[in-house]
């Protein structure tokens, strides 16, 4: 092949890899890949800050709830499951074009995993002890109770249980709650036009219909109190 005609092919391979690059969203879906991996190694390989405490401070004496109100699997399932199902039905219901709904999916998807990175990210670095984190903790007898003491002091096993008593704030049922059920309030506001005066959207009822996701992202959050696995305000960030 002669060389004017390879540089040729090279410039229109480029040339159409650039126009994919700017009219699709590609650079949306590499930031996703992006995030998505560095959130998976950070749950995998980053422990949190470990803050010295006191053995006999109340606030961090409460039990640990074995049964949580909302596991982890059941707030994908209301904060992602949901959202996602609801926003597909109202698509399909209302004909929304093929470009509607890839983005309305990818931003969803973006919602809760940037939100669930730097949670994550700032729960390790800043890492408040749990509620519970003396009854995870398990101290070792004869640990003097007016002394600031670390980790070393704890006799649990369990890696996960025992490092996860210094992953109170911000709180991740809490974050991810709001970034998926937030989301879907946002999508029906704009989609009911309840900000519009002359389009017949301020009414009560369009209003209360968007408030319905974010009530539930807000139990979702208050049960986290009621395990005792966050105090009040441990919210999101």
């Known amino acids: 092949m002669a060389p004017g005609r390879s ?7 480029a040339s159409a890899f650039s126009r994919f690059w700017k009219r699709t969203h590609a650079p949306d879906y590499l930031g996703f890949a992006i995030l998505l991996g560095t959130w998976m190694l950070m749950l995998v390989f980053l422990e949190p800050f470990h803050r010295m405490f006191f053995i006999n401070d109340l606030r961090i004496s409460y039990p640990h709830a074995e049964v949580e109100r909302v596991p982890v699997y059941m707030n994908f399932v209301y904060a992602l499951f949901v959202p996602l199902g609801v926003l597909i039905i109202y698509n399909l219901m209302t004909k929304a074009s093929p470009h509607k709904h890839e983005v309305t999916y990818l931003s969803l998807g973006i919602s809760v995993i940037m939100t669930s990175f730097i949670t994550d ?7 408040r002890p749990r509620p519970d984190l003396l009854a995870r903790c398990k101290p070792a007898a004869g640990t003097k109770p007016d002394m600031l003491v670390t980790i070393d002091v704890c006799t649990e096993k369990a890696h996960h249980l025992l490092h996860d ?4 704030f911000p709180s991740g049922h809490s974050s991810f709650s709001f970034a998926g059920l937030g989301f879907l309030s946002i999508f029906l506001a704009g989609q009911l036009h309840i900000f519009r005066h002359n389009s017949g959207g301020r009414d009560l009822s369009r209003a209360l219909i968007c408030l319905v996701p974010l009530l539930g992202a807000a139990l979702i959050a208050i049960s986290r109190c009621e395990d005792y696995r966050h105090d009040v305000y441990d919210g999101p960030p």
């Open 165 to 168: 008593g210094w992953r109170s």
């Open 7 to 13: 540089a040729s092919s090279g410039n229109a391979v």
């Open 121 to 127: 990210l700032i729960k390790n670095a800043v890492g």
